[in-house]
């Protein structure tokens, strides 16, 4: 497996994987329900609005994460990577990834630079 590299919101493109970061949680959706056709199971996701020092990014947040992170939290996500979903760009922690809520904090947050604002072509 490839080894994760530590990177800044700002740094990241439709290609990113095994990417590290230390965000803050800005906004949250309401969570939304539905039931998977595939596994049989009801599934949970909202999304939320993170960021850093040097941009914002929606990530998607799944099942039990919707409990764990809420606005305000400092996150280190690890081994995490993009999609481009419906043209913009989002963070995914995936099944390969994971999250911890730390006690630290960020700088002032640019919120200038979005990320999920960039349209970007479908493959």
């Known amino acids: 497996m490839q080894k994760s590299i530590d990177t800044k919101i700002s740094q990241l ?3 990113s ?3 590290n970061l230390k965000v803050k949680v800005l906004e949250k ?3 939304r329900e539905f039931y998977s056709q595939s596994s049989r199971e009801r599934l949970r996701v909202c999304d939320a609005t993170i960021g850093d020092e040097s941009g914002i990014i929606k ?9 764990d992170i809420n606005v305000g939290d400092i996150v280190k996500i690890t081994n995490a990577y993009t999609v481009i979903f419906k043209g913009h760009m989002k963070l995914q922690i995936g099944k390969y990834g994971s999250y911890q809520i730390i006690p630290d904090e960020i700088g002032e947050i640019n919120l200038s630079n979005d ?4 349209a970007y ?3």
């Open 59 to 67: 990530i998607t947040l799944w099942n039990e994460q919707v409990d």
């Open 17 to 19: 994987k095994n990417v």
């Open 29 to 31: 959706s309401e969570a």
């Open 13 to 15: 493109t439709p290609k």
């Open 115 to 118: 990320m999920s604002e960039i």
């Open 121 to 123: 072509e479908s493959e």
